[in-house]
């Protein structure tokens, strides 16, 4: 079975997180958890409640990590989903995660990425001129590293495919879906 990785770190969205967890294990993939150690994560939910201007957080399940980023051989994976939440402004500093970021866009490899996942791939200086979709208050993060904000609910950039918020789910993670059964097909055909 070929493997996906699922990057996380504490109070990464469960929404953002569980919906391709499970949708890509139903395309015959199974997902890999990774953070920035071998333990259990605290998933949180956001959504701006009415009457209020910024995001209110509560706690959700826990996610275990499968293997950290400092084990990681991304040759194993056939791609890799950057969740939203607070957690990528945290761990998108960590040397491991960069590496593993940069392999996967410089395969070509199918990448998702969900509302704040985005500033993982930008730190890593791999959304230079291509067009993302993230959560608008995002939008500094992917413009100041020379990435292009699209306001729609999918945005497919060659094998990038991405979503602004969880509400997006339905939108743009059947595309990164549809990229990694293709990827899967012609690598059997060789």
């Given at each position: 079975m070929d493997k996906v990785l699922i990057v996380i770190g504490d109070a990464t969205e469960l929404l953002d997180t569980m919906y391709p967890y499970y949708?890509?294990?139903?395309?015959?993939?199974?997902?890999v958890v990774t953070a920035p150690e071998n333990r259990t994560y605290q998933l949180v939910l956001h959504e701006i409640k009415p009457g209020w201007t910024i995001t209110k957080e509560w706690e959700g399940y826990t996610l275990k990590c499968d293997v950290p980023f400092s084990e990681v051989n991304e040759d194993e994976y056939a791609?890799?989903?950057?969740?939203?939440?607070?957690?990528?402004?945290?761990?998108r500093y960590d040397?491991?995660?960069?590496?593993?970021?940069?392999?996967f866009f410089a395969e070509g490899k199918p990448v998702a990425s969900v509302c704040h996942g985005v500033e993982i791939p930008a730190y890593a200086d791999c959304v230079r001129g291509r067009r993302m979709a993230t959560v608008p208050k995002c939008r500094f993060d992917l413009e100041v590293c020379g990435g292009i904000f699209v306001d729609e609910p999918c945005v497919v950039d060659g094998n990038l495919v991405s979503g602004r918020t969880f509400h997006d789910n339905g939108h743009y993670v059947g595309p990164w879906i549809d990229l990694l059964v293709k990827q899967r097909s012609a690598l059997a055909a060789r």
């Amino acid at each position: 079975m070929d493997k996906v990785l699922i990057v996380i770190g504490d109070a990464t969205e469960l929404l953002d997180t569980m919906y391709p967890y499970y949708r890509v294990q139903e395309a015959g993939f199974q997902p890999v958890v990774t953070a920035p150690e071998n333990r259990t994560y605290q998933l949180v939910l956001h959504e701006i409640k009415p009457g209020w201007t910024i995001t209110k957080e509560w706690e959700g399940y826990t996610l275990k990590c499968d293997v950290p980023f400092s084990e990681v051989n991304e040759d194993e994976y056939a791609g890799i989903l950057f969740s939203g939440g607070r957690a990528p402004e945290y761990i998108r500093y960590d040397e491991n995660l960069v590496r593993i970021t940069k392999h996967f866009f410089a395969e070509g490899k199918p990448v998702a990425s969900v509302c704040h996942g985005v500033e993982i791939p930008a730190y890593a200086d791999c959304v230079r001129g291509r067009r993302m979709a993230t959560v608008p208050k995002c939008r500094f993060d992917l413009e100041v590293c020379g990435g292009i904000f699209v306001d729609e609910p999918c945005v497919v950039d060659g094998n990038l495919v991405s979503g602004r918020t969880f509400h997006d789910n339905g939108h743009y993670v059947g595309p990164w879906i549809d990229l990694l059964v293709k990827q899967r097909s012609a690598l059997a055909a060789r």
